[in-house]
């Protein structure tokens, strides 16, 4: 609290707005009301196209708790408060309506919220991290460093430990939150104009359009790297078992709107997947998972283990190793990838991660079957021809167009 406070006593003397028709200089307008909201609602209709942004909290629950929503046009900027009760129905409307576009930078979290409150995703998205990634900038980059490498605009101090849930918000906050989508309009502008000029803008466009899929959304609860040690000492089996505990942690976490690691800790996972208990008294004797779990979800988690530990599993993976010519060879792939994505000013990170090309090009080296990849569909096929090409992936390979048809599927 006090580091909040003191956080925002020394914010100095803050940036003049950049005087620019796609710029609102105005101060923002906090939307506390019913009324103004609806009001708000019908002028970003009208204006067909809007930066938005969010500040939220996400410690604690399984879902974040959004504290403020930012909005801005060329003539409006205003920041809606949510924690005030109001009905926010229209704004999710917005986002899902495709004759709107929604301007957003690293917009996934944000964007989330459409897809929970009406269970349709976004439509008409325009991600300007993703954009600036088409026209020789870095990926991913902060919103400073792509609005002060396209604009003459300085934005303000930022807020990394701002409370947002606190009230009344200070002035330094209010300002921030309406520069996070005040030069969102004019990034647009800027960034479709450049898009053009270096014949980008379908790619860049049709990366955005990932931002319209529900699964852009979905939690990979593997994704999360375990916090403890242990799980390279297990069986086949235990890793098994550990596999499916993690997700079942995943989905009762996400019933009861709590941090999965909150609702078991990573340690207690582990014990759960080396022992294996199979009756209510043999978990009562695991540490590391908290006693209101043994209580409440006892049953069920036994049922769980119990259900993992007689479920057919794959076998291990055996895959065959590449030797010190070919392991050159998926480097040398690898730098190609980044020249091919230089010398068309897009920034090679956006195009693929080093993992990815490894696996690829290491499958298709070995004789292997190459496990469906986005690298194998749309705008990367396009720009890595030459290296599927090599790799005999091209668009006269059957086995090519077959993993591009089941990505496309995917996308």
């Not at 939150?177 to 466009?205: F, I, K, Q, S, T």
């Not at 998972?289 to 119990?306: F, N, S, T, Y």
């Not at 096929?381 to 992936?393: C, E, F, Q, S, V």
């Amino acid at each position: 609290m006090r580091a909040h406070r003191e956080l925002h006593a020394g914010a100095g003397e803050l940036p003049v707005v950049l005087d620019h028709p796609l710029v609102c200089a105005a101060e923002p307008a906090l939307i506390r009301s019913q009324r103004r909201l609806d009001a708000l609602i019908e002028d970003l209709r009208r204006a067909r196209s809007f930066g938005f942004d969010t500040e939220f909290i996400g410690e604690g629950s399984y879902f974040t708790r959004t504290c403020l929503i930012q909005v801005a046009t060329p003539d409006l900027v205003a920041l809606i408060d949510p924690l005030c009760g109001l009905d926010l129905a229209g704004i999710w409307g917005l986002l899902v309506d495709p004759s709107v576009r929604t301007i957003v930078h690293a917009g996934t979290p944000d964007l989330e919220l459409a897809l929970r409150h009406t269970g349709t995703p976004a439509r008409g998205v325009f991600d300007t991290q993703i954009a600036s990634a088409f026209c020789g900038g870095s990926y991913p980059a902060s919103l400073r460093s792509v609005v002060e490498s396209l604009t003459d605009a300085r934005l303000g101090p930022g807020l990394k430990f701002s409370q947002w849930d606190q009230r009344p918000l200070s002035d330094l906050q209010l300002r921030y939150a309406g520069d996070d989508v005040r030069y969102l309009p004019l990034l647009h502008d800027e960034l479709v104009r450049r898009l053009e000029a270096l014949g980008n803008l379908d790619w860049a466009l049709e990366e955005c359009r990932r931002l319209e899929h529900p699964r852009t959304y979905a939690p990979n609860p593997h994704a999360r790297r375990l916090k403890a040690r242990g799980s390279a000492s297990l069986s086949h089996r235990q890793r098994f078992v550990l596999r499916r505990l993690i997700e079942w942690r995943e989905e009762a976490a996400r019933l009861r709107d709590v941090s999965p690691r909150s609702l078991i800790p990573d340690e207690g996972l582990l014990a759960l997947a080396s022992e294996r208990p199979r009756t209510r008294t043999a978990l009562s004797r695991i540490a590391g998972v908290p006693r209101m779990v043994k209580r409440e979800l006892g049953d069920q988690l036994v049922a769980h283990i119990e259900g993992a530990s007689r479920e057919p599993m794959p076998p291990p993976a055996r895959r065959r190793s590449l030797n010190e010519r070919q392991k050159a060879r998926v480097e040398q792939i690898c730098a190609q990838s980044e020249d091919l994505a230089r010398a068309r000013s897009i920034a090679p990170q956006i195009v693929a991660s080093k993992k990815e090309l490894r696996q690829l090009a290491g499958s298709a080296i070995l004789g292997e079957q190459p496990a469906p990849s986005r690298l194998l569909a749309g705008w990367r096929r396009i720009l890595l021809a030459p290296i599927l090409t090599d790799l005999g992936l091209s668009d006269d390979d059957p086995q090519g167009r077959a993993h591009a048809s089941a990505d496309s599927r995917c996308s």
